[in-house]
């Protein structure tokens, strides 16, 4: 947090995409909510595969995203989705979500990004591309059909990812704790250090994006875990 907020121009919202608090505690999310608080600026949770939404609305309150929210930054529009409501297949969008979001992507013709937490296709890693969103391609072809959408972006993935389709990219964030192995079929983890990706929005269409990490580990990492 501290290496995303300390210099450089300050930041005019913070996004977080999901997978909030590791141990699904009430103090984790009574932690994190004084950690945000703290930055002074806007916040944006979305639900990851490991929150509770019960909790993260008791102690984030409006930083809590609802499972299709919206809001706008300097003339951006941020659409939000929860992509972690289980379905027969696994995790998925609902018909609802997916419609509403083609919605307000008619309504408002302003440049927009979207932002969820599991991965909308395939990253090239077996045991991860098993807990992507199984209905993703819904929500690309809804994305394909509004030029003013410039990029999807997704946690849950704990690694750089980046992919152009059409008139925008797909965009997977580092992890701020561990990393995955990209390209692994099996679990692995990666000795890259934590970090976030920065999103610079222009009034003139233009997204530019960098990934930035911390310079070492804060504590000893092993390697050879096989889980987490
Ligand atoms: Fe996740």
Not at 141 to 165: M, N, T, Y
């Amino acid at each position: 947090m501290s290496l995303a907020l300390d210099g450089g121009t300050p930041a005019d919202g913070l996004v977080i995409t999901g997978d909030l608090v590791q141990d699904e505690t009430a103090e984790g999310y009574a932690y994190l909510a004084r950690v945000l608080e703290d930055t002074g600026i806007p916040c944006f949770c979305v639900t990851g595969n490991h929150d509770r939404r019960d909790l993260m609305e008791e102690w984030l309150g409006s930083a809590a995203m609802e499972p299709i929210a919206d809001n706008r930054i300097d003339g951006w529009n941020l659409i939000f989705l929860d992509s972690t409501l289980p379905g027969e297949d696994g995790w998925r969008l609902t018909r609802r979500q997916v419609h509403h979001m083609d919605a307000l992507l008619e309504r408002d013709l302003g440049l927009c990004l979207v932002f969820l937490h599991q991965h909308p296709l395939p990253i090239g890693s077996a045991w991860m591309d098993a807990m992507g969103v199984t209905n993703g391609a819904q929500l690309l072809a809804v994305c394909d059909r509004h030029p003013h959408l410039k990029a999807v972006i997704c946690g849950h993935i704990h690694q750089e990812f980046s992919v152009r389709r059409r008139h925008y990219h797909i965009l997977g964030t580092p992890s701020t704790c561990f990393q995955f192995l990209p390209e692994s079929q099996d679990f692995a983890l990666d000795a890259r250090t934590p970090g976030y990706r920065e999103l610079l929005l222009y009034a003139d269409e233009q997204l530019d994006t960098r990934v930035v990490r911390l310079a070492a580990y804060p504590e000893p990492l092993s390697l050879d875990a096989t889980g987490y």
